[in-house]
């Protein structure tokens, strides 16, 4: 718990600190205001004792649209120790105590579910986000997961990119790039099936009690995988590339979660060959021209070993 209570406070006190600048940035528009929650996050995850291990590179052409699958509120401040983004969240987000706070300074779009017809307004504040040179997350699931599996991918949101397409004259195409997130290891130990809801948080779970686990146990290893850009323009189908996109994470993820994402795996050891039973048996006997029995056999069985080598 002491562990757990010197984590929170020093987080409390960076984030306390951080605020009024980033406020200031976000409202004169400065570049500090994608730069601060980078090193923010950077920080966060450091104190939570977070292990980040990146294979590929994010795209650093625009318009980007990130479509990653959500296992834990640990996501957010992953993925921005990467890289300066823009997220879509739902609505409630920004009532939470803090975190609401956090979310709106970071410049996060808000989506509300139970307001369909808010679907246009929303993609068209993503399309500025994305005109603007930001690159936008969204959980393609639409919810996070307990960590062992991809959920089905809505498709919805992904015509952000179509309306960006629209707004901005002289924009062809609209990069979206895959992004699997997948905790694999607590403690130094791998995370199976059991252990990962540890440290996803999912179906309602209280945050709270959730980050005072995280903040208590700390050594998370994490694997954060892109995938390959694909092109968006005017004649792509949002619910085919939502299939692609999908279908991409899935196999990233399980390829993480299998510990062989590009790890080279040393060779596997020699077993040692056995010393035959029968040079013991003969340790003191003689032959007739006097050599020990010993030294003949010892000499037929480094032949063996040679041999088999």
């Given at each position: ?17 951080l605020?009024p600048?980033?406020?200031?940035s976000?409202r ?22 977070v ?6 590179k ?18 957010i401040s ?26 709106r ?7 509300d ?10 993609n068209?504040?993503?399309?500025q986000?994305?005109?603007?040179g ?13 960590g ?8 919805a ?8 397409l ?9 990069w ?10 607590l403690l130094?130990?791998?995370l199976?099936?059991q ?34 850009p694909?092109?968006?323009d005017?004649?792509?189908?949002r ?37 035959p039973a ?9 032959t ?20 088999r080598?």
């Amino acid at each position: 718990m002491l562990r757990a209570v010197c984590v929170l406070v020093t987080i409390a006190i960076i984030t306390l600190v951080l605020i009024p600048f980033q406020w200031l940035s976000v409202r004169l528009r400065l570049p500090t205001r994608r730069s601060i929650p980078v090193f923010y996050h950077g920080m966060v995850h450091a104190l939570l004792g977070v292990r980040i291990r990146e294979i590929g590179k994010r795209m650093h052409e625009h318009p980007l649209l990130i479509v990653s699958n959500h296992v834990s509120w640990l996501d957010i401040s992953v993925i921005t120790a990467l890289a300066p983004v823009v997220f879509v969240a739902k609505r409630e987000v920004s009532t939470w105590p803090m975190f609401g706070l956090l979310a709106r300074l970071q410049r996060s779009v808000f989506v509300d579910r139970t307001r369909r017809h808010k679907t246009q307004e929303v993609n068209s504040e993503i399309a500025q986000r994305l005109a603007e040179g930001d690159p936008v997350v969204l959980f393609g699931e639409g919810t996070s997961s307990d960590g062992n599996r991809v959920l089905p991918f809505r498709s919805a949101l992904i015509g952000a990119a179509r309306d960006a397409l629209a707004e901005a004259e002289h924009v062809q195409r609209i990069w979206i790039q895959p992004l699997s997130i997948a905790y694999t290891r607590l403690l130094g130990l791998p995370l199976g099936r059991q252990h990962r809801p540890l440290v996803a948080w999912y179906g309602g779970s209280p945050l709270w009690p959730h980050l005072l686990g995280i903040a208590k146990r700390g050594s998370i290893d994490v694997v954060v995988t892109w995938g390959d850009p694909l092109a968006f323009d005017e004649t792509s189908d949002r619910k085919n590339v939502a299939r692609e996109l999908e279908t991409t994470v899935r196999e990233l993820t399980r390829t993480a979660m299998r510990g062989d994402a590009g790890t080279p795996r040393p060779p596997p050891a020699q077993a040692p060959q056995p010393t035959p039973a029968f040079l013991f048996a003969a340790k003191s006997a003689k032959t007739k021209d006097g050599i020990g029995a010993t030294t003949q056999l010892m000499w037929i069985a480094k032949r063996l070993q040679s041999t088999r080598a």
